[in-house]
């Protein structure tokens, strides 16, 4: 699995260049045992996914920010069929995917880059990933970052765990953590 770098220089509270507002999202999902996992993506780059949840509509966070949302299976079929085949119980390679960051700070950034770095099947602690870092008791800034992913699944956050044992938290809640650790340790 090669190394690569993900660009994106704009956080949340600049989202300015290079995404003027209204610019077009294109998004499909697809459907698993637990429910519905939405992806979105600019040009030939996913920049957002999540969980579909109760009463929250999907990409609410990008449609705040002015985010034009347009349904486009065909331009995310490549990727929907990876994700389909990871539901399966295929691994998962992130490389094969072309992202970038449309939010967060460069330092969430460098955490999300770090988590790409995490194999399928193999899990890391959130102290681990502060001490990888260069940042040393910094587990509540690299929880926080974590839980900010805007990519999850195809940026491991569910593969950080608390160094108890314990999973943590997860933006969907943690029966999916659960269930995607389970699903890939089946199949290491």
Known sequence: MGRRKIK??????????????????????????????????IKDKVVWAEF?????PPF????????FMERNDAELKNEISILKNYFKGEKLD??????????GTEKEKKVWEELL??????????????????????QRFIGNAVGKNPIPIIIPCHRVIRKDGKLGGFSAGL?????????ESSNK
């Open 8 to 41: 994106g220089k704009n956080n949340m509270r600049g989202l300015k260049k290079p995404f003027p507002s209204e610019t077009k999202v294109n998004f499909s999902f697809l459907e698993f045992s637990l429910g519905t996992f939405f992806l979105g993506k």
């Open 52 to 56: 579909g949840r109760k009463g929250v």
């Open 60 to 67: 609410f966070v990008l449609t705040a920010k002015g985010f």
């Open 94 to 103: 992130s490389s094969s995917i072309p992202l970038e960051f449309i939010i």
């Open 117 to 138: 770095k995490i194999p399928c099947g193999e899990i890391i602690t959130y102290s681990y990933l502060a001490e990888k870092l260069g940042i040393p008791n910094a």
């Open 175 to 183: 029966h999916i953590k659960n269930y995607l650790l389970q699903l």
